[in-house]
């Protein structure tokens, strides 16, 4: 069974750096096909894909957001991280990490962790 | 990017009724290796997004039969046969194909 689990800070002030977590069981990022994707959602709004790691270590970036996105796997601990530099209010959202499978489906999404950007 | 485009925004239903969602895409979705990567989401209030269908007209393990897609190159639809209370909440379409992935803008979907 596929479960994510999202962890960071709830509030940030502008430009300071954001980093989330995602901690995962029940596959793994050395298995040929899989991805973990980060995918954000304002309040009250839809969703707005970030960034995806695959098992081989590539990465793929929101063009707008590429210069302040950075994505990394810990195979090992299975987690991923995003950071996030130079936070604005606008960012403020609930932010969820998706699995990705090696068939390309996004079908497990973890439960989100809120994050504030105020100052 | 690929902008998708959801109509309605607000499906009020009554329970037992079918329901329609349509979605379109600025682009084909179909992808070089042949497949059309539109997959529908469901979220319920106070909860993550959940995959219902993928690839057009697949359901994901455990979705009820009551959901089906179907659609081709730009144009998708999401139906409902009857819905129940436990639909509620806001249906999204979603395209795979060509990065970076993009959202619909959710239709609500409510009980009469």
């Known amino acids: 069974q596929i479960t994510l689990n999202e962890s960071g800070p709830t509030l940030v002030r502008p430009t300071q750096t954001l980093t989330l977590t995602c901690s995962f069981s029940?596959?793994?990022?050395?298995?040929?096909?899989?991805?973990v994707n980060w995918i954000r959602q304002s309040p009250g709004k839809a969703l707005e894909w970030l960034a995806v790691?695959?098992?081989?270590?590539?990465?793929r970036y929101r063009p707008s957001l590429k210069s302040r996105l950075t994505i990394t796997k810990d195979t090992s601990k299975n987690q991923v991280v995003l950071t996030m530099t130079n936070m604005d209010p606008v960012d403020t959202a609930t932010y969820y990490c998706?699995?990705?499978?090696?068939?390309?489906?996004?079908?497990?999404w973890g439960q989100g962790t809120p994050v504030t950007v105020s100052s | 990017d690929i902008v998708m485009t959801q109509t309605p925004l607000s499906s009020p239903v009554t329970l037992g009724q079918p329901a329609s969602i349509s979605c379109r895409s600025s682009q084909s979705l179909v992808n070089r290796d042949g497949n059309t990567y539109l997959s529908w989401l469901q979220q319920r209030p106070g909860q993550p997004p959940r995959l219902l269908i993928y690839r057009i007209s697949n359901r994901f393990s455990g979705v009820p039969d009551r959901f089906s897609g179907s659609g081709a190159g730009t144009d998708f639809t999401l139906k409902i046969s009857r819905v129940e209370a436990e639909d509620v909440g806001v249906y999204y379409c979603m395209q795979l194909t060509q990065f970076p992935y993009s959202f619909g803008q959710g239709t609500k979907l409510e009980i009469k």
């Open positions: 790691i695959y098992w081989d270590d590539d990465k």
């Open positions: 998706a699995h990705r499978s090696f068939d390309w489906l996004i079908d497990y």
């Open positions: 029940g596959f793994s990022l050395s298995t040929n096909g899989e991805g």
